[in-house]
């Protein structure tokens, strides 16, 4: 396609009296993901009628993933909803009977780690031994003493101290390191094995962070993270089944599957609409075919619209208002080429400044169990770390960063089956292995770690890779050291800002887990993020719409 060179001043425009028309807006959704559904369930349920959804994937849903394994369902992405007190995700999972076939296995109260509560994690060392359960207990506690401590910092206005590098795994590792070395009833043995049981907890807490490294997270910052009072649940059937209730309500031909976006031209006056109309006239030249996918409008150049979204296709769609729902990892990886004109400074600095990495799942399936019944979970703990700094690994090394991997029950749903947990650049790495790689490799780990060398090569492997996707490009976001909770909300922010008068307002709007200050890295924050930008249009729009107008249930 020829391309054109549109200036994207703004200043005399007149579209900005075409909200004070009667004609209905036309409203771009992009990515079905729990962000874009709920987005585009609220406009619908607020009387727009011309919403478009746009998926660059084949499917709905985002970063849920839910396979079909036999009679269960395995979970590639989104596994858990945390928290039950006023949370979307498990009131519409309760109302829908979700839940009726959930096991105490799969209901926490607590703190969940990762998977399974049911029966007794196996610490087991690189040299082939098991842990004493006391051991282990005696340290879990002395761990968890000090992530309270690390909550302190933002919810009591805590000052942080310089050595701490304002780093939660620094702090962490330096307060647990002193507090074992001091204790003295241990034999330096001991000390040895609490120290690199440490290494392993801060494995486990990456995965759940989603961070390269606890190193990583921002310790001033980490208490704001706000958790829903109540229980964490499984969906037994599924977490899909939470996507398709948020679409069921969509007409189908308004969600576009395979139709990724290329660019958003947005901030267009009168006079770039002609010279947009010249690349769209030299496109219909180029390609008489008509693009692949679903076609939304009759001519994507209808005049009175300031946003311009051009699809890989070639197709471009006029719109009134885009709503964006990319993952933090997509923002990071195009936005300098997603958006023109460019997005303000200050929205880069907080794309920048937030953390986002891969956790990836790597399912191993198995005729028998070698483990036995009142094991829970198999977790590496590596007795030649215990001295480390740096949890980072060489590329031939990746498999050192898996942390454990959880029994799944139970056993008359999954079969015999382990859940493993590796996060960061070495989940990239796994993710360019091919399965029968990863097989030996799990494998050689499990026989290694439990002393038994007759562990048979699971006859099925199943792993996510949320990292290579590039429609994804990791899991969910966390806050960096340096970054904070003012940059969800600038991330947040629609465009133009509100000072920038004499444009149309609301055109690009933000919406995704990592646009939640409270509840960035979680499905209910995305759900509640498609639903806040969806409720700025319909109150942008309440007197056009005036007494049809139904404000979403919050």
């Known amino acids: 396609m020829q391309s054109c060179e549109i200036s994207s001043d703004s200043t005399d425009d007149p579209l900005s009296s075409g909200l004070r028309t009667h004609r209905q807006p036309r409203i771009v959704v992009i990515g079905a993901g729990l962000a874009g559904l709920s987005a585009a369930r609220v406009l619908l349920k607020n009387s727009f009628t011309d919403v478009t959804v746009l998926e660059a994937s084949d499917h709905i849903g985002g970063r849920v993933q839910s396979v079909q394994h036999g009679t269960a369902t395995l979970e590639l992405g989104a596994t858990w909803i945390h928290g039950a007190n006023g949370n979307p995700v498990y009131h519409l999972a309760e109302e829908n009977g979700l839940l009726e ?18 029966g007794v994690a196996h610490y087991q060392t690189s040299t082939g031994r098991r842990i004493p359960k006391d051991l282990v207990e005696e340290f879990s506690d002395l761990y968890n003493e000090v992530y309270e401590l690390t909550q302190e910092f933002f919810q009591n206005g805590k000052p942080v101290c310089a050595e701490s590098q304002n780093s939660v795994g620094v702090f962490t590792r330096d307060l647990v390191r002193k507090r074992i070395m001091l204790d003295p009833d241990d034999s330096e043995s001991t000390k040895k094995l609490k120290l690199s049981m440490l290494q392993q907890y801060l494995k486990v807490e990456s995965c759940e962070s989603s961070s390269p490294s606890m190193d990583e997270v921002s310790l001033s910052e980490f208490g704001e993270w706000t958790e829903i009072p109540g229980a964490h649940y499984v969906i037994p059937e599924g977490f899909m089944k939470i996507v398709e209730l948020l679409a069921q309500d969509i007409p189908s031909h308004t969600i576009c599957l395979r139709k990724p976006v290329r660019r958003l031209h947005w901030n267009y006056s009168a006079q770039h609409q002609e010279m947009i109309a010249k690349c769209i006239d030299t496109n219909r030249d180029n390609h008489n075919e008509k693009p692949h996918g679903c076609q939304p409008h009759e001519d994507p150049l209808i005049r009175g619209h300031p946003i311009y979204v051009e699809c890989e296709d070639e197709e471009w769609i006029a719109a009134d208002h885009v709503i964006v729902t990319a993952s933090l990892g997509v923002l990071k990886q195009n936005h300098e080429v997603m958006f023109s004109p460019s997005l303000p400074e200050d929205k880069v600095l907080a794309i920048e400044k937030l953390g986002i990495s891969t956790t990836d799942k790597i ?52 079969g015999y089956m382990l859940s493993g947990w590796i996060c960061g650049q070495e989940a990239l790495h796994m993710e360019r292995c091919d399965d029968e790689t990863v097989a030996e490799t799990c494998t050689e780990l499990l026989r290694r770690f439990t002393g038994n060398p007759d562990i048979p090569k699971p006859w099925r492997v199943l792993r996510s890779s949320w990292g290579s996707n590039p429609y994804i490009r990791g899991s969910y976001s966390f806050t960096r050291v340096g970054s904070s909770g003012g940059d969800c909300e600038r991330l947040a922010m629609p465009l133009p800002y509100a000072n920038s008068t004499k444009a149309p307002p609301l055109q690009i709007l933000f919406a995704g887990e990592a646009t939640h200050r409270k509840y960035y890295s979680t499905t209910h924050g995305a759900l509640l993020s498609g639903q806040r930008e969806a409720t700025r249009l319909a109150e942008l729009y309440q007197d056009l719409h005036r007494g049809d107008t139904t404000k979403p249930n919050l």
């Open 101 to 118: 076939h959930t096991t105490d296995g799969e209901k926490s109260e607590g703190r969940i780690s990762l998977y399974t509560k049911n």
């Open 363 to 414: 399912f191993l399936e198995y005729e028998e169990p070698f483990w036995s019944p009142e094991c829970n979970s198999i977790q590496f703990v590596w007795e030649d770390e215990a001295q480390l700094e740096q949890l980072a690994y060489p590329e031939e090394l990746w498999y050192k960063k898996i942390c454990s991997f959880d029994v799944l029950y139970p056993p008359e749903r999954y």
